[in-house]
């Protein structure tokens, strides 16, 4: 049993004990509503008791709607007690124990608010320090609250409270401690650019408010698929094969027949250069005749004057930071080449426009031998760059040759190289675009030269 408490609370059910606090659901008599008191007993000690009553008081001037509300705090013979409000929901961890997740539609909006609850607090120079899915309460009827702010300890920080918030968060949507992989690899409806926020969060590159405004303005959560989750993707990957051995079947057909067709060139970028403007090969339109035209002559089939291009191996690239730390997100370097489409490089995040902060940053790419086309995956439209190019990877950036300027417009970037002997290529930012709250920064899916 708790300690005696004030006699306007009568305990109704008792909850349980989840990290050394004893949990009831109450009746305040004075105002006829529920409560939920929080309570430590004379088994711990005085000085706990005092650190837990003066972190709650702090949080008393924090307000949100993902941020429980505190009633009434105070100390009692033997013990201290906190009164929050009651939603009528369960702690997160009985949910989970119960096997109960959250639909795609009911995560994103209800991970956004916690982080905004967080960055409350942490506005009001609070230090949650004990988030997990004991302090996060959730009914269908309301959204998700953070409560249980507790006591700090040395090792609590601004930092590790966002990353406790996504580790919490991961394992709400999956049902179970997280494993390592991304949230849209594990559950179906969740969108892939959740998973680059919570891991930069994760790696403590977001502050509490950045997590909530990113998630806030992630796109939306595709809806749930009823099958098993990868069963889709298998589907797909079937039916990828199936498609890729009929054109093959197709296309062996016709060079048996003796018919020779030349593929579609890739679609060009929707990127507009202002430098080397390639120039192209136009042959006017004849004009319209007046006479009849003769009964059509079945032509030749066509002469490829030129082989289709060809997909080389995977450069190399490395980033060129010569007027920042010397390095520009490189761990996440190797997504520019895995293959994935749904994985991403990025620049840092700068708070003002780049050209107010510094000259620019940059990519440095060198392709296999005979590379003449250069394609980006997903480029953040919006983004001003330079192309150069170099005979060594390691010039000074002095030494490098502009070949292109220009400003994506889409995130399709399909660029036809100049004439140059082998070398490297520099995609040197200017300026990028303006993405989110004191967030200007660029993305790149994939990066890949044809030859």
Known sequence: MPPPLPDRYRLEVRLGRIEGVEEWLATDTVLDRPVQLRVLGPETAPGLREEYLQAVRLSTGAAHPNLLSVYDAGSVPGGVFAAYEWTGGAALSHRLSAGAKPSPSEFQPNAAGLAGALATLHEAGIVHARISPNTIYYSVDHPAKLGGV???NEESTFTTDVAQLVDTLEHWAIGKSPRGLPLSELVDGIAPAIDDILSDAAAGQLTSSELAALLAAAPATTAASSEAPGASRVGVWLTTALIVTAVGLVGMGTLLSGDSVSPPPPQESTTSLTTTPQTPTVTAAAPPSTVPSPEPVTPPAPVLS????????????????????????????????DGDRDTTWR??????????????????MTPPAGARQLELWGITPGTVYTLSWAESANAPLGEWSPVATGQTTSGAFFLTLPHQPDGSWLLWFTELPYVGPENYSTSIAEVRFWG
């Open 150 to 152: 507790g006591p700090p």
């Open 347 to 364: 620049t840092e995040r700068y708070y003002d426009p780049l050209s107010l902060i510094k000259a620019g940053v940059g990519l440095v």
């Open 306 to 337: 030129a082989p289709p291009p060809t997909l080389l191996d995977v450069p190399v690239v490395f980033t060129l930071d010569p007027y920042g730390g010397g390095g520009e997100m490189d761990h996440r370097l190797g997504f520019l080449v």
